[in-house]
């Protein structure tokens, strides 16, 4: 993000913080979320609150990095920051100066599978904030001023990254574990590729993508029903009907074990460390969650933290998380402790990984992750954004419209013997990998 648009979304959030916290005094469960559909067939869910005059919206495509051509590598990124740089009749600093006199939050970014805007504005200014989003996706100006401009911000962004062992070993992970598929490309481009991009590139990439089709929409605040469905199609409306992109082929890690390491003068070495996951609508996936949570996932009570952290201060921080994408699944990890101290901790995340997988958490390991997870999961209720956020998430993986009442149920429903037989089943200590880099000794 350039450092305009950071200046400009302080002063918006200067003027919408007072009014940001969504009213979530009761449980989550009391979160009603309708649907909304538009005259021309546009699906919103929304969750109205009336408390503050403020609204905030969140959209996604399935349109990330993954679908940029080979050799455009940071094609959906570029497009992200250009979106706002200018649309319809006015160019980057009219379009950017409108927002900002209306107090209108605008924003675009990309992963590898999602395309993802939001929106914050107040009640008063919505009509305007919507014809804003509706001219940005379909009449972006892509002036060339403004694409070299972002360009030359992603090409010092790329060589700034290139100096830093945490986005090295990212690296190092994706190309070696999807060597020959679109996730193994990075998202932010490289030097080449970025300059390769041309005008043409971009405006195909909006018509191939951002399509009805495949639209998905999150709103929260202050605004019935009848009112969204005008406003859905003011945004939206323009899109063209279908997508044109193909999909992107589904993929096996190649993660078979052993480690990587990529030699880099730094007194502390980076290690990322994955194996393959569990789909998000896999029956067991709720049992892995909480097992994770156990393993690394739970901050200051989990297993490697408790062994790495606490009992021998070898590193400020070691977690590990699930990560379900689109087209392939993942159990990911990462650590950074002092060169000489690399092996010993790559040691731990092993034994750990194989003293779980063979005989599972306890009891009250299992009693603690539950506790943990079902009472901490209002806290996700914090802001209209936030909602918005986890509303679009529920539409992408095809979940219920009442997951917020039903979550914690899930995990209640956890038992010992479910994440006993899953740590078994899903915990491969042979084909856990690790991309090291740095200075690490005795490795």
Do not use: C
Not at 186 to 194: N, W
Not at 369 to 377: E, F, I, N
């Amino acid at each position: 993000m350039s450092a305009r648009r950071r200046i400009a979304g302080l002063a918006v959030a200067s003027v919408l913080g007072a009014l940001a916290l969504f009213a979530v005094s009761a449980a989550s469960a009391a979160v009603e979320v309708r649907k909304v559909v538009s005259r021309s067939g546009i699906v919103a869910w929304l969750v109205e609150d009336h408390s503050n005059p403020i609204l905030s919206m969140s959209f996604g495509f399935r349109a990330g990095g993954s679908f940029d051509p080979a050799g455009k590598e940071g094609l959906a990124e570029l497009t992200s920051i250009l979106l706002d740089e200018g649309a319809g009749p006015m160019d980057a600093l009219a379009f950017q100066k409108k927002l900002e006199s209306l107090s209108i939050r605008l924003e675009f970014e990309v992963g590898r599978d999602q395309f993802h805007g939001s929106l914050r504005t107040l009640s008063r200014n919505r009509d305007a904030a919507f014809e804003m989003i509706g001219l940005a996706l379909t009449r972006p100006r892509f002036d060339a001023d403004a694409v070299e401009r972002m360009r030359a911000g992603l090409l010092s962004g790329y060589l700034r990254d290139s100096r830093r062992p945490r986005y090295l070993a990212r690296r190092a992970f994706w190309s070696s574990a999807f060597p020959d598929h679109p996730y193994g490309r990075p998202v932010s481009g490289t030097t080449k590729s970025l300059g390769a991009i041309t005008r043409a590139d971009l405006q195909r990439f909006v018509a191939d993508n951002l399509t009805r089709d495949n639209l998905f929409v999150g709103v929260v605040g202050d605004v019935t029903p009848a009112q969204l469905e005008v406003l859905l199609d003011k945004a939206f409306g323009g899109l063209p009907a279908k997508r044109r992109a193909r999909p992107v082929p589904a993929a096996a890690p190649k993660l078979e074990g052993g480690l990587v390491v990529k030699r880099f003068d730094t007194p502390q070495s980076v290690a990322m460390f994955g194996q393959p996951g569990l789909p998000r609508r896999h029956p067991d996936y709720y049992a892995a969650y909480v097992l994770n949570h156990i393993l690394g996932g739970g901050g200051f009570t989990s297993r490697l933290y408790l062994q790495i952290r606490e009992k021998r201060g070898l590193a400020y921080s070691v977690y590990s998380y699930l990560w379900p994408m689109r087209r392939t699944s993942l159990l990911l990890g990462a650590v950074a402790t002092e060169n000489a101290r690399v092996a010993e901790s790559v040691a731990i995340v092993r034994k750990e990984w194989t003293r779980i997988a063979e005989a599972g958490p306890t009891a009250e390991e299992l009693a603690a992750a539950r506790k943990y997870l079902t009472g901490s999961y209002p806290l996700r209720f914090s802001s209209s954004s936030r909602i918005a956020d986890m509303l679009v998430g529920l539409q992408f993986e095809g979940l219920e419209r009442d997951y917020f009442a039903r979550r914690n149920g899930y995990i209640e429903k956890v038992t010992l013997a479910d994440v006993r037989r899953v740590a078994k089943s899903l915990l491969k200590p042979d084909r856990l990998t690790f991309f090291i880099v740095g200075k690490p000794a005795g490795l």
